[in-house]
């Protein structure tokens, strides 16, 4: 299975037992990446047998490929409305309590499946809605700017505390190259830098899985290294929007996406350099100010991370056990008063909700791990052994300039303090174990 880790073929549509001991399943039944892509749609409709469609897109996705393909599905003789979801006051669309709303009031009795004509906010809104009111979803990428096109969890902004929701994956994805290549060259970017967190976001995977035992599946985490790799050789077509660059972008979106569908969760491509673009998003949110690209974010958030592997990676066994001693010695070590207290300070409003992700409650006294610090001593060569394994974050941030990308916070408006804060607070964003928290203890 190992040797098709690089494909998307072989795993569409199937459920099998993977060496890791778990039975996974890739319930997209169709991918296809191609030049002329939107109008295998109708066709793929006609031979699955479904008559109505609802299209989902915004003002720009309308004029991208809302228009053409409806005139496509029309054609076909298939009953196609569009939703044109609205902005708001700032231009922009989120994947929030309103916008969803929206969605849900175009949902007629008769509509079979909600086609996502759009990037990942619309994909984000539509694989909800379509599983909440058990609708077939199909995917319509207008931009390769994010990974999620192909998972099944939905990142939504609910009381303005950014969430991933159980939701459903796409049935069939239909990425015309020709029109990806058109995409604004900041959303390829974006692209190509939600690919380079998956350095990072794979490391953290495997502290996980060395300091807690947190369930591992090689084959998926090959599947995002596979993508990973797609990218960075091709970070030049990429940069230049090429058909092929583009194209190899998508499939390596994709593989990420597929790799997220068979554990079951965003662990293979998710880490800590994603909860700082999280916590920059909700900081964002609270203070009006207009959102920035999801992929692009992650980009410059993974050479911070890549940075604290860095620095993990130069300590030696003895070294790290000096420094976890000397942090006890003062007591400057995680405590539940003391997560509580970050959280609170972190977060505001929304820290309730942050406090119960990480079970952190009031009535909490489990959250704690006193034997943590001697488990980090113990197995520092496997620690370090990871750490080394990430690219320095020159080298992640050369990478982003060669896709054309930013690679520094001040790029993207991101203050000194928010950084600050980020580094302290982002931790808390998911209960997941990454370098951030590892950080702590060093």
């Not at 290294?225 to 390596?252: F, N, S, W, Y």
């Not at 539940?336 to 820290?351: K, N, P």
Request: glycine share 8%; aromatic share 6%; charged share 25%.
């Amino acid at each position: 299975m190992i040797a098709d880790a690089g494909r998307i073929e072989p795993w569409l549509g199937k459920r099998f037992q993977c060496s890791c001991g778990r039975e996974h399943e890739a319930p997209i039944r169709k991918v296809t990446i191609e030049r002329g892509a939107l109008t295998a749609l109708p066709k793929y409709a006609e031979e699955r047998g479904y008559r109505e469609l609802l299209l989902v897109a915004d003002r720009r996705t309308l004029d991208a490929a809302g228009r053409e393909l409806l005139q496509l599905c029309e054609a076909a003789q298939l009953q196609a409305r569009l939703c044109v979801l609205e902005d708001d006051e700032h231009g922009e669309l989120a994947a929030d309590e309103r916008v969803i709303v929206q969605l849900m009031l175009h949902v007629t009795p008769s509509a079979q499946a909600i086609v996502a004509v759009g990037s990942g906010t619309i994909h984000d809104v539509v694989r909800f809605v379509a599983h909440r009111t058990n609708r077939t979803f199909w995917s319509v990428p207008t931009a390769p700017s994010v990974d999620g096109f192909a998972s099944v969890g939905a990142p939504l902004i609910v009381g303005g505390f950014k969430q991933t929701v159980p939701a459903c994956a796409p049935e069939a994805i239909f990425a015309d190259l020709a029109l990806l290549a058109k995409s604004p060259q900041a959303m390829i970017a974006a692209g190509f830098g939600d690919m380079l967190g998956k350095y990072t976001s794979l490391a953290d995977w495997q502290l996980g899985r060395i300091l807690f035992g947190e369930p591992y599946c090689e084959l998926a985490a090959e599947m995002t290294r596979q993508g990973l790799a797609l990218c960075v050789d091709h970070a030049e077509d990429i940069a230049a929007g090429t058909e092929l660059g583009v194209r190899k972008l998508m499939e390596g979106l994709t593989l990420s996406g597929i790799s997220m569908l068979l554990v079951g969760n965003s662990r293979p491509a998710s880490g800590g350099e994603h909860h700082l673009s999280h916590y920059w998003e909700m900081r964002f949110i609270q203070e009006r100010r207009r959102a920035l690209l999801h992929g692009a974010k992650v980009g410059v958030a993974a050479v911070k991370m890549a940075a604290l592997y860095e620095s993990a990676a130069a300590l030696s066994q003895e070294a790290a056990a000096e420094a976890i001693a000397a942090r006890q010695a003062r007591g400057d070590v995680p405590t539940l008063e003391r997560m509580r207290a970050q959280i609170a300070e972190g977060y505001g409003s929304i820290a309730e909700q942050v406090l119960a992700e990480n079970g952190l409650g009031a009535a909490s006294e489990s959250a704690l791990d006193d034997e943590l610090p001697r488990r980090i001593v113990e197995r520092w060569d496997d620690i370090r052994s990871v750490c080394r394994s990430v690219p320095s974050p020159q080298e992640l941030a050369a990478a982003l300039r060669r896709a054309g990308g930013p690679a520094a916070v001040e790029e993207l408006g991101v203050e000194e303090k928010l950084l600050r804060d980020s580094l302290q607070y982002a931790m808390y964003v998911r209960n997941r174990y990454t370098i951030i928290r590892l950080a702590q203890w060093l």
